[in-house]
């Protein structure tokens, strides 16, 4: 790492090059210039600082990439919509269905230099220009340029944009760098200009945030990735409570807004979206009822000290807490499962909040179950979708127990992280690509069983477990059909990284696993889930893969070339023929061909 660095002409610390290792494992990066895969980790820091679970599969990191030449002026865009990223335009219709659209525009350019380039800066923001009001002056129009442009317009259609807050579209633009210092004055009033000439110019656009970033904000927001991150704070009248069965230790008490803020804010002063649980309750926006009341507790002076009489409080779940004496704790490791809503109003009226108190639990336990119960029990007091607890319920634990068990029989082992950070060791031993999560067993399911690969590229996993909960994860379904669909999705992965499959395979994938069943069981047709039948064909697919079946693998994506390079394809771009019902419909009529023709002879 140390001579790439050197080569590329690059300032990157020891430090920094030590989470870029890390995070090239992870994500299994190769045959990318060390200034290319620098990018993708601040884009995946930044972004993931908005949607902490936008990036379960690595095909999705390469989707907001838009500067495949280095001529645009912009690494990468993303769309943030109530808190998930927005990978296709058909997305935005099913949000707008909840009649609230909160959305978050980010436009990203990476430096490696340590130094902060204003020539550069203003490139970024002219781009960011260019794209939001004078497209026709992009001279680079590749695919994934094309498909922001597409989820851009289909926002600002009526239809969707009437359901925009008050507070959004809003528009983060973010120039990073390996420096640690510049003229930051400078810099500030270049900022605060362009900031108002792009609002003058679109008045769509409800605000506009424009920062440049520094060394210092890349280690701190990896570690917060890494929930390394750990905060002192004075818990006002504290009560220990008594031993309770799983429980290391359990507190109540208050805290100051200002301690508060300490636990829900980073050192760039930006809420820690990572840290409330799994997203179970989204921050519902400034207009909703229950908000406006706890926004006029904070910033009306005559009753903000009634704030800790009025608020049911936040509830902490930690993995580490250290007792420092006078009511002094250090926390490391935690999330709050409750109080999401509180927290993001204390952070919007933070200026406030020194005279405020905040009710608090804190409690130090690593039982899933404990904590699922708790997550469960704090959220009923509002409105909350029954999605937001799929992964905690009984069927799940069960899947994950599954997964643990064939993993001592299986070539491959394969974990199921049902909560954020449950199983790092496991990542850190293995590789990040055996450890599945919801959003990925959702994703293999859809396109083995379901057969439906060209929905996954289109539409995030959170919007199909949403529009077909009664086809997923159902309690008669056969378990193994979830642990053989992600089996099949690991195993890919798994073959790419010794070398068999190449970079550009890695976007077939969904497709590839869908034949690899047909291919292994010669037949597509999928049993009734719940079935003698698909409990038949279960143990036949856990034997059969448990020999070589790479060969499945490599005919399987034979076929699914094949029907690509048809020329009623020839000049279209890729990631549309692949979210097309038309394509997925020939990759599964070609599949048909081959098994008859093998039945034949």
């Known amino acids: 790492l140390d001579y790439e660095a050197k080569k590329f002409g690059m300032a990157l610390s020891k430090i920094l090059l030590g989470m870029l290792?890390?995070?090239?494992?992870?994500?299994?990066?190769?045959?990318?210039?060390?200034?290319?895969?620098?990018?993708?980790?601040?884009?995946?820091?930044?972004?993931?600082?908005?949607?902490?679970?936008?990036?379960?599969?690595?095909?999705?990191?390469?989707?907001?990439?838009?500067?495949?030449?280095?001529?645009?002026?912009?690494?990468?865009?993303?769309?943030?919509?109530?808190?998930?990223?927005?990978?296709?335009?058909?997305?935005?219709?099913?949000?707008?269905?909840?009649?609230?659209?909160?959305?978050?525009i980010l436009f990203i350019q990476t430096k490696t230099e340590e130094k902060c380039?204003?020539?550069?800066?203003?490139?970024?923001?002219?781009?960011?220009?260019?794209?939001?009001?004078?497209f026709d002056a992009i001279t680079e129009k590749n695919s994934n340029i094309v498909n922001a442009k597409e989820i851009y317009d289909e926002l600002f259609k009526y239809e969707n944009f009437r359901y925009c807050t008050t507070q959004s579209p809003k528009c983060h633009i973010y120039y990073v760098t390996a420096a640690n210092e510049w003229d930051f004055e400078l810099v500030e009033n270049i900022c605060n200009s362009s900031k108002k000439d792009i609002m003058s110019v679109i008045s769509d656009i409800k605000d506009v945030r424009i920062k440049a970033l520094g060394r210092e904000y890349i280690m701190d927001a990896y570690s917060e990735v890494k929930n390394n991150i750990a905060v002192q704070v004075n818990l006002k009248n504290c009560i220990t409570l008594e031993k309770i069965e799983g429980v290391n230790e359990a507190y109540v008490g208050y805290l100051t807004g200002d301690d508060f803020l300490k636990i829900i804010c980073d050192n760039n002063g930006d809420i820690r979206r990572r840290i409330f649980y799994e997203n179970v309750r989204?921050?519902?926006?400034?207009?909703?009822?229950?908000?406006?009341?706890?926004?006029?507790?904070?910033?009306?002076?005559?009753?903000?000290?009634?704030?800790?009489?009025?608020?049911?409080?936040?509830?902490?779940?930690?993995?580490?807490?250290?007792?420092?004496?006078?009511?002094?704790?250090?926390?490391?490791?935690?999330?709050?499962?409750?109080?999401?809503?509180?927290?993001n109003e204390i952070y919007n009226c933070?200026?406030?909040?020194?005279?405020?108190?905040?009710?608090?639990?804190?409690?130090?336990?690593?039982?899933?179950?404990?904590?699922?119960?708790?997550?469960?029990?704090?959220?009923?007091?509002?409105?909350?979708?029954?999605?937001?607890?799929?992964?905690?319920?009984?069927?799940?634990?069960?899947?994950?127990?599954?997964?643990?068990?064939?993993?001592?029989?299986?070539?491959?082992?394969?974990?199921?992280?049902?909560?954020?950070?449950?199983?790092?060791?496991?990542?850190?031993?293995?590789?990040?690509?055996?450890?599945?999560?919801?959003?990925?067993?959702?994703?293999?399911?859809?396109?083995v069983y379901l057969q439906n690969p060209n929905m996954v590229y289109g539409t995030n996993p959170a919007n199909i477990l949403r529009c077909q909960r009664e086809q997923l994860f159902c309690k008669h379904h056969k378990a193994e059909t979830y642990y053989i669909a992600s089996y099949l999705f690991v195993k890919f992965v798994n073959m790419q990284q010794e070398g068999l499959f190449s970079k550009h395979d890695y976007v077939l994938r969904f497709y590839v696993i869908m034949a690899v069943r047909a291919l292994i069981l010669g037949k597509l047709d999928v049993p009734e889930l719940s079935s003698g039948a698909m409990e038949k064909e279960n143990k036949k697919m856990i034997e059969m893969l448990k020999t070589d079946v790479n060969s499945?693998?490599?005919?399987?994506?034979?076929?699914?070339?094949g029907v690509l390079n048809g020329s009623e394809y020839k000049d279209k771009k890729r990631y549309d023929v692949l979210r097309s019902a038309e394509f997925c419909k020939k990759v599964k009529d070609r599949i048909e061909e081959v098994l008859n023709h093998a039945l034949s002879n």
Do not use: W
């Open 282 to 343: 989204d921050y519902q926006g400034p207009e909703n009822s229950v908000n406006k009341e706890i926004r006029a507790t904070i910033t009306k002076k005559k009753i903000r000290g009634q704030f800790i009489l009025l608020n049911n409080g936040v509830t902490i779940i930690t993995k580490s807490v250290n007792s420092l004496g006078a009511n002094q704790y250090e926390l490391s490791d935690f999330q709050i499962v409750n109080g999401c809503q509180t927290s």
């Open 117 to 134: 380039d204003t020539g550069d800066l203003l490139k970024t923001i002219q781009a960011t220009k260019n794209f939001l009001d004078n």
């Open 21 to 104: 290792e890390d995070f090239k494992k992870d994500y299994l990066f190769e045959g990318m210039e060390l200034s290319k895969e620098f990018e993708y980790l601040v884009n995946y820091l930044i972004i993931s600082k908005f949607h902490p679970d936008a990036f379960s599969d690595r095909g999705d990191l390469n989707r907001v990439v838009v500067d495949e030449k280095s001529q645009f002026g912009l690494d990468a865009i993303a769309f943030i919509v109530n808190g998930n990223l927005v990978l296709g335009k058909d997305d935005i219709s099913i949000y707008a269905r909840s009649k609230k659209l909160d959305v978050d």
């Open 350 to 447: 933070k200026q406030y909040v020194s005279d405020i108190f905040v009710p608090v639990k804190i409690i130090y336990t690593t039982d899933i179950d404990i904590i699922s119960s708790i997550v469960k029990a704090t959220n009923r007091q509002s409105p909350v979708s029954e999605e937001a607890f799929v992964a905690l319920n009984k069927y799940h634990k069960e899947l994950q127990l599954l997964f643990s068990e064939y993993s001592k029989e299986m070539p491959l082992e394969m974990f199921y992280e049902r909560r954020s950070g449950e199983e790092d060791d496991i990542k850190e031993k293995k590789g990040a690509y055996q450890v599945v999560t919801l959003h990925g067993i959702i994703r293999a399911f859809e396109s």
């Open 552 to 561: 499945y693998f490599l005919d399987a994506k034979k076929i699914v070339v």
